[in-house]
Structure formats: C-alpha cells, structure tokens
C-alpha cells in the first residue's frame, strides 16, 4: 500500500502482481470518515489481481485543515472525484454510503466501466429514512443554530458503527472527519438529482439487511432506478466494508465484475 496523488485528491493504492489487473477500482469513502476505511478491503481486491484506489475527499487526508470544509457540497467531492476517473481512465467506481452518492453524481459526468453502490445514499426522489432516532438526532444536528454553517462534526457512531467490534471500532473513530453543515444538509433534504438515463455503465447495489442509517426500502428504490435487483447482506449494518463477513461481499463483487464489467 502506497499514498499517491489522483487527480486533485490524496489517495492510497493497492497494486496487484497481475501482469494485467482485469480491472482498476476507485473506491470512495462515506460521511466523516476517510480512505482508511477501505484498507483490508482494498488489499484484498489487490490480492485477487484489482488494481485499487481510495480516495481521501476533499480536506479529509491527514493533516488537512477542517475549517476550509465550510461552503462545500456534494457538487465540489463529486468534481473531484470525477478528474480522479478520468486520470485513471476507466475504472470501476465503488461507493459506500455517501460515498455511494458522489459515486453516481461523478458517473454522470465520467465513463467509468461499473458503478457499485454500497449502503449508498439516494439521489433526488428517493427520501432518506433513518431509523427514527437517527432522523431526530441527525435533523438537530443537520440545522443546529439558525444559518450555522461550521462544519459539522460526527453525531450518532453508536448506530453508524453498530455492527463494529470494539477495536475496529476504535480504528474508525480515531480518523474521523467533520463534514460541511451545507453538505449534510444536501444529504438529509436536497440530494443532487442523478437521472438513470446519465448513468451509462453496469450498476450493482448492495447493503445490509439490518442498516440503520440506508434502511432496506431506500436501497430498493435505487436498485429499482437503474432496473436492478439489489443484494441483501443478512445480518450486516452499514459498513459492509469493515464488518465481520466483509470478504464475502468482495467476493460478491468481483464476481459482478467478471461478469458484468468488460
């Protein structure tokens, strides 16, 4: 594993001894958290012949200064996203979360080979629904004072990292990341619109069963959207990337792709 600049970003990179990877991945990590959180998942890809990326988004690699978080939306990760396909060329682009959002808006805008959307938020038209007391905390949180615009710093780990142990959790929460109130608010109540027609390349969407944050229904709408059928993980929250059974689900997906991607 080594960090490398993509695009406009910071990145870590997993490269195969392939002669020929079948396939390069960019992943995308979720809301306050970082590339870290595909590290076992990125060098497991790499060890079946995936070239791997993940990205750090903007002003979330180590060392960045937080307070020039405040004003950004999802349009800004989405664009820097996009520059990091386009210098790879044409990868698979995995998401997770809100990840999985910039994921779709940076695939309109790019040709990436397949989209894969991991507990993914859901573009315009399809409601978010959190488990209820994630909805009263995360509404409270989202608008704090009137006209707040500081960036907003984690809330609610006990149910984002509910299916963690205690030492992944530990992992997880010692690179946390505040995040851009504006952001936030985008991803409760005004998520950018991602058309299907946009989206030209293969999409698989997954999640787990028993997630708190992107509850069942919503991922069967997006699967629904781009006229897939989603796949359920049983028992799993919403980091399928990190909980027990993680390799199971990249499993899943280099199948999806040795199918479905060229």
């Not at 999985?100 to 573009?123: F, K, N, R």
Request: hydrophobic share 45%.
């Amino acid at each position: 594993m080594q960090t490398v600049n993509l695009g406009p970003l910071r990145a870590l990179r997993w490269q195969t001894t392939e002669l020929k990877a079948p396939q390069t991945v960019l992943a995308i990590h979720g809301i306050w958290v970082g590339a870290h959180v595909w590290e076992q998942f990125g060098a497991y890809l790499a060890s079946q012949g995936y070239e791997t990326y993940a990205v750090w988004l903007r002003h979330h690699q180590p060392g960045s200064d937080h307070r020039q978080l405040e004003g950004l939306d999802l349009g800004d990760y989405a664009e820097d996203v996009a520059a990091a396909v386009r210098e790879l060329g044409s990868p698979v682009l995995v998401g997770q979360s809100m990840g999985g959002l910039v994921a779709q808006v940076a695939a309109t805008v790019t040709d990436p080979a397949g989209l894969i959307l991991m507990s993914s938020a859901p573009p315009f038209g399809i409601p978010v629904i959190p488990r209820l007391s994630l909805l009263m905390t995360g509404v409270r949180n989202c608008f704090g004072r009137p006209f707040n615009s500081a960036p907003m710093h984690p809330f609610a780990d006990d149910v984002f990292l509910e299916h963690l142990g205690q030492e992944q959790r530990a992992r997880v929460t010692a690179h946390r990341v505040p995040e851009p109130r504006r952001l936030a608010r985008q991803l409760a109540f005004w998520p950018p619109i991602v058309r299907a027609s946009q989206i030209r390349c293969p999409v698989f969407v997954g999640a787990g069963d028993e997630d708190p944050v992107v509850v069942p229904w919503v991922t069967r709408r997006i699967a629904s959207r781009y006229r897939v059928i989603p796949t359920f993980y049983q028992g799993r929250g919403h980091m399928l990337n990190l909980e027990p059974g993680w390799q199971s689900v990249g499993d899943d997906l280099m199948r999806w792709m040795e199918r479905f991607v060229a």
